[in-house]
Each structure stands twice: as structure tokens, then as C-alpha cells.
């Protein structure tokens, strides 16, 4: 009984004092399992975001960057020269008294009237002028009646002078009256005629073919050569842009480059060319005149606003966005693939800003594979993967 009671004191305290220490070897084996966990987290946080595990053998590589590239080729781009201006007439008539004028009693055509050459625009009374015609015409007549006496006595003298009758110098005198008469006829049919023209530019008329742009005369006006302009017309109904453009742009014009014309107010655009380059400068704007012509249509009226586009000239180079394009104070450059995919700087040098792109003058022959876009994150010698451009 004794030996019973004393093993099962021992055993007791044994698992009594045996649980604490079982508690603290858990307690050390969770701290070390954290422990571990910590670092474990600690070496992924600290790993590169770029790299990828090491080959077998090798050391870590940077993941490769994906770039879009694009073979540019060449295009034809043209130059374009852009402008404001007026419209008026290519060669413009004021039309007016040619004559010693009058009083207007009828006016034949209206603005936007055409016309033809030597029309009758307007008619000036000519009732005085017509008489004194009247006269002159009488005047030729009774100059060729004393003509066709002097001839008859000339004639009859002439048969008598051979029996003695008359002698010659009576011929002579009879020759020279029939000479007088005929001079008279001659002065009298040129007065007819004088009169005449000036009977006739007594009407005012078209100078040459064209559109009445303007009229200024009414039935009734008294007109002279002093009263100005009273129609004006353009010549065969050309018309033209005048522009004007800065100092640069005119250098770059040539006359017969093709143009667009589009009024104010209208969607109409109209084709014409540049007939003429201003020769000079205007030294205080800095400006010069280029002058379009343009076939006729309603749209077009002289005196209105209008824009033009002009065609200066094309050149067939090399055209790359914007996006592809870089710079530093080393100057313009982008980044083209080698055969191994490796980023290779190109310096370029660019031209001119459109729509299209930047133009490449050269640097460039459009046969490389150029970075189209991400250019900005790249360093020379960078192994990329390319992606090609779908056009």
C-alpha cells in the first residue's frame, strides 16, 4: 500500500513539472517557424521586380521589354502653304464715257450681266449728233454732183481742143475744177465719217468680253468724260484670291502651284493656281501678295473673304510620328533594331510638322525597324522584344 502511494506521488509531480516545459519548446519551434516565414518574405520583397529566376549555371536576367516597331518606308508629302485673302476680278475693266457723253436713255445690262466685246452697255442720246450726219451726208452729195459737172466739162473741152476751139490751157483749168470737186467728196465723206464715230462712241460700250460686276448708271443721268466709272466688268469672268503670306512661305511658291479656295460661309472649295508671285516685300509687314486664279462661279464674289491652301511642292522622304521622335542637347534621334532586337540610337534630322508626322531629312532610309512608340524607355544596347505596327 505504501510502495503504490509513493509511485503514484512521483508521477504526480513529474507531469506536473513536465508541462511547462513541453509549452516552452512548442513556444520556440512557432517562434522559429515565424522566424523563418519573415525572412522568406523579406529575400521576395528584396528580389528586383525585372528579374526572373537564373538559368541553370547562369546569373538572374532582366525581363525583356515589348516595343512596337514599324518598318516607315517612304511617302510623298507635299508642302503646304496656307493664307487668307480678298476676291476680286484677275483683270478688272472700269468702263465709262469714251465719248463727249450726254443723257442717258437706256441702260442695256445689269450687274452679273455678261456680255461680249463691243456690246452696247448703255445708249446716249444722239439727236443733235444725228443731224449734223444728216448734213455732212447731204454735204458728199452735192460734192459729187459739182464732181460729176466738173468731169462732164472736162470730157466736152477735151473733144473741142483738137479744132481749136479751146485752148489747152482752158484744159488745163477744166482738170484742175474736175480735181477740185473730187477733193471736196474726199473732205466730205471724212467728216461723214468723223461724225459718225463720234456718234458712235456716243454709246458706252463692253471693252471686251466679261461679267458686269457693278453698275453705276441710271435713264436720265447726264454723262461725261467726266463722270468716272460707270460699269466695271471682269475680263472673260476670271477671278482671283489675293493672299497674303509671310515673308518664308512666299519663298517657297512658284508660279502655276496648284491651290484650294473656300469662301467664308460656304463648304465649297474651288481649284486654281498661282498665276503670280509678288516680286517684292512689303518692308514694314514683312509680307508678300500671292494671287490665285479661279474660274468663275456664283459663289465667288469680288470683295469677299476667303481661305486658300496652297501646294508648294512635294518631296518623297521619310515620315514618322511624333512619338517616334526623341531629343536631347545632343540634337533629334531614335531608336532603331539591329538583328539581335537590340535598341540602337539613330540620330536623325527633321523637317517639317503636318498631319502626317514629322519629316525625317535625314538618317534615315526607311528600311530599318524603328520604335514607334515606348522610345523614351530604352537605353542603347536594350534587348527588347518587337511587336510590329499593324498598318
Do not use: C
Request: aromatic share 4%; no cysteine.
Amino acid at each position: 500500500m505504501n510502495y503504490e502511494a509513493g509511485m503514484l506521488d512521483r508521477q504526480e509531480r513529474l507531469g506536473y513539472e513536465g508541462a511547462p516545459a513541453r509549452g516552452r519548446r512548442w513556444l520556440w519551434v512557432g517562434l522559429g517557424a515565424f522566424a523563418l516565414i519573415v525572412i522568406a518574405a523579406f529575400v521576395v520583397m528584396k528580389r528586383p521586380s525585372g528579374s526572373v529566376p537564373a538559368a541553370k549555371g547562369g546569373k538572374p536576367q532582366a525581363q525583356m521589354q515589348t516595343v512596337t516597331v514599324s518598318q516607315p518606308g517612304q511617302q510623298t508629302i507635299s508642302t503646304i502653304v496656307t493664307g487668307n485673302g480678298s476676291l476680286a476680278a484677275k483683270r478688272e475693266m472700269p468702263v465709262g464715257v469714251a465719248g463727249e457723253g450726254g443723257l442717258v436713255t437706256r441702260v442695256l445690262v445689269d450687274a452679273g450681266s455678261w456680255v461680249q466685246k463691243g456690246q452696247v452697255l448703255a445708249v446716249v442720246d444722239r439727236s443733235v449728233q444725228a443731224q449734223t450726219a444728216e448734213s455732212l451726208a447731204a454735204q458728199i452729195r452735192v460734192a459729187e454732183a459739182d464732181a460729176k459737172l466738173a468731169q462732164a466739162n472736162l470730157e466736152r473741152a477735151q473733144k473741142l481742143v483738137g479744132n481749136g476751139f479751146i485752148s489747152r490751157a482752158d484744159i488745163d483749168q477744166r482738170i484742175a475744177t474736175r480735181d477740185q470737186a473730187l477733193a471736196r467728196v474726199r473732205v466730205a465723206k471724212a467728216q461723214l465719217a468723223e461724225t459718225q464715230a463720234r456718234n458712235r462712241r456716243l454709246d458706252i460700250r463692253a471693252p471686251e468680253a466679261g461679267l458686269v460686276l457693278a453698275r453705276q448708271i441710271e435713264p436720265g443721268q447726264i454723262v461725261s468724260s467726266g463722270s468716272g466709272t460707270l460699269f466695271r466688268m471682269a475680263m472673260d469672268g476670271q477671278l482671283e484670291l489675293r493672299t497674303q503670306l509671310a515673308e518664308s512661305d512666299i519663298q517657297k511658291l512658284h508660279v502655276g502651284a496648284p491651290a484650294e479656295v473656300t469662301p467664308v460661309g460656304t463648304q465649297l472649295s474651288f481649284k486654281g493656281q498661282v498665276w503670280q508671285v509678288s516680286p517684292v516685300i512689303d518692308p514694314t509687314t514683312r509680307l508678300g501678295i500671292a494671287r490665285i486664279a479661279l474660274p468663275y462661279n456664283p459663289a465667288l464674289r469680288p470683295g469677299g473673304f476667303a481661305s486658300a491652301r496652297i501646294v508648294a511642292g512635294s518631296l518623297t522622304t521619310v515620315v514618322l510620328p511624333q512619338s517616334a521622335v526623341q531629343s536631347d542637347q545632343q540634337g533629334s534621334y531614335v531608336f532603331i533594331l539591329n538583328e539581335n532586337n537590340e535598341a540602337v540610337r539613330r540620330d536623325v534630322k527633321t523637317g517639317d510638322v503636318s498631319d502626317q508626322g514629322v519629316r525625317i531629312t535625314s538618317g534615315l532610309t526607311g528600311n530599318e525597324r524603328v520604335v514607334m512608340t515606348a522610345g523614351a524607355f530604352l537605353n542603347p544596347g536594350q534587348k527588347v522584344i518587337p511587336q510590329l505596327l499593324k498598318k
